[in-house]
């Protein structure tokens, strides 16, 4: 019998293919009704946001330790290369951009649950060097992270949309401004 967990890995697999993540698909490949899926997941948006956000807390995760040994705003910097460097490499991601931009877009750069939680872990990175006396922010590190955070998607969705090689070098030129 099929859980809630198996509709997570089921999609999860589905959106590393490249493939479309559908409902009607899904339900039928784990023997249960749509409703049940819907119930156990909250829809198609709320699912991909899951996904996506799962997959990027595991490069986030490894990120922040892998410049642990870094301090202040060249900590910060140096995560957030990483991250992104991660991101546009991502197949899976780049397929979605494609083949949904519309829904990619809408999903991933409005207030809602994938971005609040990218900001809370900019957020949390810089207090982090705050709290260790590496990195005294010039304001508030809510809305600092809140603005790095839109000038990654602006550099990294933008670009790949238009087809264009994303602008790493330069939005991390920005993102040290905002920081130092």
Not at 17 to 40: C, F, H, K, P
Not at 60 to 78: H, K, N
Not at 142 to 169: C, K, P, S
């Amino acid at each position: 019998m099929a859980s809630p967990p198996d509709a997570y890995a089921a999609a999860t697999r589905t959106y590393l293919s490249g493939q479309r993540v559908d409902m009607r698909e899904l339900a039928r490949e784990l023997d249960i009704s749509r409703n049940t899926l819907y119930r156990w997941t909250g829809g198609r948006e709320r699912l991909l946001q899951d996904v996506i956000w799962a997959l990027s807390q595991l490069v986030i995760d490894d990120v922040w330790a892998r410049t642990a040994t870094l301090s202040g705003a060249d900590r910060v910097v140096e995560a957030l290369r990483l991250y992104v460097e991660t991101v546009t490499g991502s197949e899976a991601l780049q397929e979605f951009l494609r083949n949904e931009t519309y829904a990619a877009l809408r999903l991933l750069t409005s207030r809602g649950p994938f971005q609040d939680k990218l900001v809370a872990e900019v957020k949390r990175l810089a207090d982090e060097e705050a709290a260790r006396g590496t990195y005294v922010p010039r304001g508030d590190t809510g809305l600092l992270a809140y603005a790095v955070v839109r000038l990654i998607e602006g550099f990294v969705y933008n670009d790949a949309i238009v087809q264009r090689e994303t602008a790493i070098d330069e939005a991390l030129e920005v993102i040290r401004l905002l920081m130092d």
